[in-house]
């Protein structure tokens, strides 16, 4: 069974930066796509970004150009450099997983509140 953990998160003000981080244990089972999702008050959780094993990146259009996703295999860790940040941005945050054989996990969240 995967398991994914979540930090980073926080209270920072429009302009500023946040780094995310989620760590992927608890399967033998090696990872094909992470990403990264946010649900914010009242709205279904949406996609941020993802990555593949062999680093090919997707994001949403609302963050192009102020976040980064990048991944460290090695670790099972992904991380979401978050730059430019926008009250919009403020959600929790969620790590997915794409396991193989076991599919799909969801880390618990962490919120990030951007303040005006």
């Known amino acids: 069974q995967g398991q994914l953990v979540e930090s980073g998160g926080g209270l920072v003000q429009a302009g500023g930066s946040l780094r995310l981080s989620c760590v992927a244990s608890?399967?033998?089972?090696?990872?094909?796509?992470m990403g990264w999702y946010r649900q914010a008050p009242g709205q279904q959780r949406k996609l941020v970004s993802t990555?593949?094993?062999?680093?090919?990146?997707n994001y949403a259009d609302s963050v192009k150009g102020r976040f980064t996703i990048s991944r460290d295999n090695a670790k099972n860790t992904v991380y979401l450099q978050m730059n430019s940040l926008k009250p919009e941005d403020t959600a929790v945050y969620y790590c997915?997983?794409?396991?193989?054989?076991?599919?799909?996990?969801w880390g618990k969240g962490t919120l990030v509140t951007v303040s005006s």
């Open positions: 990555i593949t094993g062999g680093g090919r990146t």
């Open positions: 608890g399967s033998g089972f090696a990872i094909n796509a």
């Open positions: 997915n997983a794409e396991y193989y054989v076991i599919g799909a996990y």
